[in-house]
């Protein structure tokens, strides 16, 4: 099976929020053939299904990739390198002579030997890191035991991992562990500050001030506690298939950041979560130390339909079937946990659950097929209404209060598009989802309903299906191509994907909101309105800038071919195949598509999450210009005319003003490569870094499924800019 896709998307602002997004999704496929004995204290070993994997992925990647490199040293010593850095990002677990004896010994062939079906390496180095880890959590609970930090001392956290080294001893390494022990503290302090607000320091007893409180069910000390317990225990739980996904990945990010492997449960969570539908109750999980936590509960779930399971609800046990034995679920791996919820239609699973308010019970829930909704395509209508005293009223489709004193009115159409999907299984079915028949409907009934203007939200879109990004495109234009493709840099020539259907669904005004998170599919989609001047670009500065596609293959395929009728699933091969490019010939690569209106977001201030801040990215050149009408629809004028009025909007809104002074205090304490370890001067400075909390909270909410049109000032901004760009439009025609 061959699938093209441009999803790899955006990575986010950390490697902690990169972990968060992949437990929150909470999928899981069971598989065979692997192994798990770290989690019984046996060494980890290589099995001959991985070497079979390795060999395969290996011969399927010099084959496909679009540089056509062979795997050479240059990509052993890269790779050993995003190994290590997968395994330890912080620089905190390995000690510099482990490193130094990796690179002797694996430095020149770790690659090389994968591509013979040989992933000693990998194996040997992560049993390195258990041991190491082991350590380090042993030094933890002691501190923590000890209880004996000093808060009023200074001294320094560093939290730069690009200038971070290996610990040169364990003397060295205790100390570092210690710090951070202690920065772990601090933040815990900080969460139950924020739970409540009326709790604060006794400030006049100095003997307190030093010792953190243990007295209370959720004190810093036995959370932290736990967390190392629970770490400790869900790295031991690791399998074969786990770890040879950060393995080959590591060789396969030497190429570039995009191309990877999934192990079979990583290829099947995929599949799912484009196609939006799986087997099971409906609802996300999310890992949080040691439990598996209820983060949200799909609309129209066998979840919600039974009714007794609630968000924040802590999962600690899973039966199978009517009378099935509770397992204790306390401390397993995310993706076990869900495997064993998940299960065929028809069925019951049966939760054991502790709510908030500390009472357990049983919740039996028949498994049916869930339709994830609430990851498609949604919409909402709003009227702005201009009132005699130059004021606007901004009402949603529904609402009654429908002023009778208006001078004028202008219907908006909002669509909030989370990713370009496809459920790939159907995608040759006339019941196949996809992004671009969903938008065809919502486009159809905001003609049916008169709207005048549409808003396309992008900004936390990754991306999606290549294919579906031109579907989409041309919804909005007549015929032309959308974009151009290039199998490699040596003298192949650029195919164009035109738009196959001469249809105009949307005729009327456009405007596509974007930030430095819509990639991809995103980005080729908002690229093609850009060059076609069909609409304008609204958002950060410019998007993440991902301008490679990737094909994703079955390992199993590769092996087997047409020999069986149902090959096992051993994994896939995410590759970079093509380069691509707008129709204007420019590629998005590392530049990504620039905003016609810039608004102040913090997601432009974020690091680490566009394409120029991953390791290796590729770079392309640009092509000759393809065949394409042009709308004149952004003319300077018109363009002009809607900067100027947004400015005067932002200039004199708080909402906005706050953002920017939010966006300065962010990039100033980036600038601060370490973080205080004094209590005191700790708050003084999260109080000012406590700027991200509002786009944190926003990420957690698009990881979690709550997304949907919502109003707040950014939204209505939008919405004043979109009239703007109606009545410059109407002006430009009436000229």
Same mark, same amino acid.
């Given at each position: 099976?061959?699938?093209?896709?441009?999803?790899?998307?955006?990575?986010?602002?950390?490697?902690?929020?990169?972990?968060?997004?992949?437990?929150?999704?909470?999928?899981?496929?069971?598989?065979?053939?692997?192994?798990?004995?770290?989690?019984?204290?046996?060494?980890?070993?290589?099995?001959?299904?991985?070497?079979?994997?390795?060999?395969?992925?290996?011969?399927?990647?010099?084959?496909?990739?679009?540089?056509?490199?062979?795997?050479?040293?240059?990509?052993?010593?890269?790779?050993?390198?995003?190994?290590?850095?997968?395994?330890?990002?912080?620089?905190?677990?390995?000690?510099?002579?482990?490193?130094?004896?990796?690179?002797?010994?694996?430095?020149?062939?770790?690659?090389?030997?994968?591509?013979?079906?040989?992933?000693?390496?990998?194996?040997?180095?992560?049993?390195?890191? /258990?041991? *190491?880890?082991?350590? $380090?959590?042993?030094?933890?609970?002691?501190? +923590? #035991?000890?209880? @004996?930090? %000093?808060? =009023?001392?200074?001294?320094?956290?560093?939290?730069?991992?690009?200038?971070?080294?290996?610990?040169?001893?364990?003397?060295?390494? /205790?100390? *570092?562990?210690?710090? $951070?022990?202690?920065?772990?503290?601090?933040? +815990? #302090?900080?969460? @139950?500050? %924020?739970? =409540?607000?009326?709790?604060?320091?006794?400030?006049?007893?100095?003997?307190?001030?030093?010792?953190?409180?243990?007295?209370?069910?959720?004190?810093?000390?036995?959370?932290?506690?736990?967390?190392?317990?629970?770490? +400790?225990?869900?790295?031991?739980?690791?399998?074969?298939?786990?770890?040879?996904?950060?393995?080959?990945?590591?060789?396969?990010?030497?190429?570039?950041?995009?191309?990877?492997?999934?192990?079979?449960?990583?290829?099947?969570?995929?599949?799912?979560?484009?196609? +939006?539908?799986?087997?099971?109750?409906?609802?996300?999980?999310?890992?949080?130390?040691?439990?598996?936590?209820?983060?949200?509960?799909?609309?129209?779930?066998?979840?919600?339909?039974?009714?007794?399971?609630?968000?924040?609800?802590?999962?600690?046990?899973?039966?199978?079937?009517?009378?099935?034995?509770?397992?204790?679920?306390?401390?397993?791996?995310?993706?076990?946990?869900?495997?064993?919820?998940?299960?065929?239609?028809?069925?019951?699973?049966?939760?054991?659950?502790?709510?908030?308010?500390?009472?357990?019970?049983?919740?039996?829930?028949?498994?049916?097929?869930?339709?994830?909704?609430?990851?498609?395509?949604?919409?909402?209508?709003?009227?702005?209404?201009?009132?005699?005293?130059?004021?606007?009223?901004?009402?949603?489709?529904?609402?009654?209060?429908?002023?009778?004193?208006?001078?004028?009115?202008?219907?908006?159409?909002?669509?909030?598009?989370?990713?370009?999907?496809?459920?790939?299984?159907?995608?040759?079915?006339?019941?196949?989802?996809?992004?671009?028949?969903?938008?065809?409907?919502?486009?159809?009934?905001?003609?049916?309903?008169?709207?005048?203007?549409?808003?396309?939200?992008?900004?936390?879109?990754?991306?999606?299906?290549?294919?579906?990004?031109?579907?989409?495109?041309?919804?909005?234009?007549?015929?032309?191509?959308?974009?151009?493709?290039?199998?490699?840099?040596?003298?192949?020539?650029?195919?164009?994907?035109?738009?196959?259907?001469?249809?105009?669904?949307?005729?009327?005004?456009?405007?596509?909101?974007?930030?430095?998170?819509?990639?991809?599919?995103?980005?080729?989609?908002?690229?093609?309105?850009?060059?076609?001047?069909?609409?304008?670009?609204?958002?950060?500065?410019?998007?993440?800038?991902?301008?490679?596609?990737?094909?994703?293959?079955?390992?199993?395929?590769?092996?087997?071919?047409?020999?069986?009728?149902?090959?096992?699933?051993?994994?896939?091969?995410?590759?970079?195949?093509?380069?691509?490019?707008?129709?204007?010939?420019?590629?998005?690569?590392?530049?990504?598509?620039?905003?016609?209106?810039?608004?102040?977001?913090?997601?432009?201030?974020?690091?680490?999450?566009?394409?120029?801040?991953?390791?290796?990215?590729?770079?392309?050149?640009?092509?000759?210009?393809?065949?394409?009408?042009?709308?004149?629809?952004?003319?300077?004028?018109?363009?002009?005319?809607?900067?100027?009025?947004?400015?005067?909007?932002?200039?004199?809104?708080?909402?906005?003003?706050?953002?920017?002074?939010?966006?300065?205090?962010?990039?100033?304490?980036?600038?601060?490569?370490?973080?205080?370890?004094?209590?005191?001067?700790?708050?003084?400075?999260?109080?000012?870094?406590?700027?991200?909390?509002?786009?944190?909270?926003?990420?957690?909410?698009?990881?979690?499924?709550?997304?949907?049109?919502?109003?707040?000032?950014?939204?209505?901004?939008?919405?004043?800019?979109?009239?703007?760009?109606?009545?410059?439009?109407?002006?430009?025609?009436?000229?």
């Amino acid at each position: 099976m061959k699938y093209e896709n441009d999803a790899s998307g955006a990575r986010k602002a950390s490697w902690a929020l990169v972990l968060f997004l992949l437990c929150a999704l909470g999928l899981n496929v069971a598989c065979t053939g692997v192994t798990n004995n770290s989690a019984t204290g046996e060494e980890l070993q290589p099995v001959t299904r991985d070497r079979q994997i390795a060999l395969n992925f290996t011969r399927m990647l010099e084959l496909r990739h679009v540089s056509r490199a062979k795997i050479d040293v240059g990509v052993c010593e890269r790779g050993l390198e995003l190994y290590l850095k997968a395994l330890d990002p912080t620089k905190i677990y390995f000690l510099q002579s482990d490193v130094d004896q990796f690179t002797a010994d694996y430095a020149q062939t770790m690659a090389l030997r994968a591509k013979k079906g040989d992933v000693e390496p990998g194996f040997v180095i992560y049993n390195t890191f /258990l041991k *190491r880890l082991s350590q $380090r959590c042993e030094t933890a609970q002691k501190l +923590l #035991e000890e209880n @004996n930090f %000093d808060f =009023d001392v200074d001294e320094y956290f560093e939290r730069d991992k690009k200038t971070a080294t290996y610990p040169a001893n364990e003397e060295e390494a /205790l100390d *570092r562990m210690r710090k $951070r022990v202690k920065f772990e503290l601090l933040a +815990l #302090e900080a969460e @139950n500050r %924020d739970k =409540d607000k009326n709790a604060e320091l006794n400030d006049s007893n100095e003997d307190q001030q030093n010792v953190v409180d243990a007295t209370r069910p959720d004190d810093p000390v036995s959370k932290l506690k736990r967390r190392y317990s629970t770490l +400790l225990k869900r790295m031991q739980q690791t399998t074969n298939d786990d770890l040879l996904e950060i393995y080959l990945t590591a060789i396969a990010n030497s190429y570039d950041p995009h191309t990877t492997y999934m192990s079979p449960k990583s290829y099947e969570n995929f599949m799912i979560q484009i196609g +939006l539908n799986l087997e099971g109750i409906g609802a996300t999980l999310q890992w949080d130390d040691g439990y598996t936590i209820v983060k949200r509960i799909v609309k129209g779930s066998p979840a919600e339909k039974q009714g007794e399971l609630k968000v924040e609800d802590k999962i600690v046990g899973v039966g199978q079937g009517p009378d099935g034995d509770i397992e204790d679920v306390v401390d397993m791996k995310l993706t076990d946990v869900v495997d064993k919820i998940r299960g065929k239609g028809g069925t019951i699973v049966r939760l054991e659950v502790v709510s908030q308010d500390g009472k357990k019970k049983v919740i039996s829930i028949m498994r049916e097929k869930v339709d994830l909704e609430d990851s498609a395509a949604q919409a909402a209508i709003f009227t702005l209404y201009l009132m005699p005293d130059g004021s606007t009223k901004i009402l949603e489709e529904g609402d009654a209060n429908v002023p009778t004193d208006a001078v004028s009115s202008i219907k908006i159409g909002v669509v909030d598009l989370p990713s370009f999907y496809l459920d790939m299984k159907s995608k040759n079915s006339t019941t196949g989802r996809s992004v671009s028949v969903d938008m065809r409907h919502i486009l159809e009934d905001f003609n049916a309903k008169q709207v005048d203007a549409c808003i396309v939200d992008l900004r936390y879109n990754g991306g999606g299906s290549l294919p579906e990004a031109v579907s989409l495109t041309g919804l909005f234009i007549k015929t032309g191509a959308v974009v151009q493709t290039k199998p490699s840099e040596f003298g192949d020539r650029p195919r164009s994907l035109n738009d196959p259907d001469p249809d105009i669904v949307w005729t009327k005004p456009l405007v596509v909101l974007t930030s430095r998170l819509s990639a991809s599919a995103s980005e080729i989609f908002a690229g093609a309105i850009k060059d076609y001047q069909r609409g304008i670009i609204v958002g950060d500065e410019t998007t993440h800038g991902k301008g490679s596609v990737q094909s994703m293959n079955e390992i199993a395929g590769s092996i087997f071919g047409n020999l069986m009728r149902e090959t096992p699933n051993l994994g896939a091969i995410k590759v970079t195949i093509q380069g691509y490019y707008l129709p204007a010939g420019e590629s998005p690569q590392l530049q990504g598509v620039r905003s016609d209106v810039v608004l102040p977001q913090f997601t432009s201030a974020l690091e680490d999450i566009a394409e120029s801040d991953l390791d290796y990215p590729l770079t392309f050149q640009r092509v000759d210009p393809a065949k394409y009408p042009n709308f004149h629809l952004t003319e300077a004028s018109v363009l002009d005319a809607v900067r100027a009025k947004s400015q005067e909007r932002v200039d004199a809104s708080p909402d906005f003003q706050d953002e920017i002074e939010k966006i300065e205090l962010y990039k100033d304490s980036k600038l601060r490569k370490e973080v205080p370890l004094n209590r005191e001067k700790y708050f003084e400075e999260l109080d000012k870094l406590n700027a991200n909390k509002t786009e944190t909270d926003k990420m957690e909410e698009i990881v979690n499924g709550d997304s949907g049109v919502k109003r707040d000032y950014y939204l209505d901004e939008t919405l004043f800019l979109t009239r703007d760009y109606a009545d410059a439009l109407r002006l430009q025609t009436a000229l």
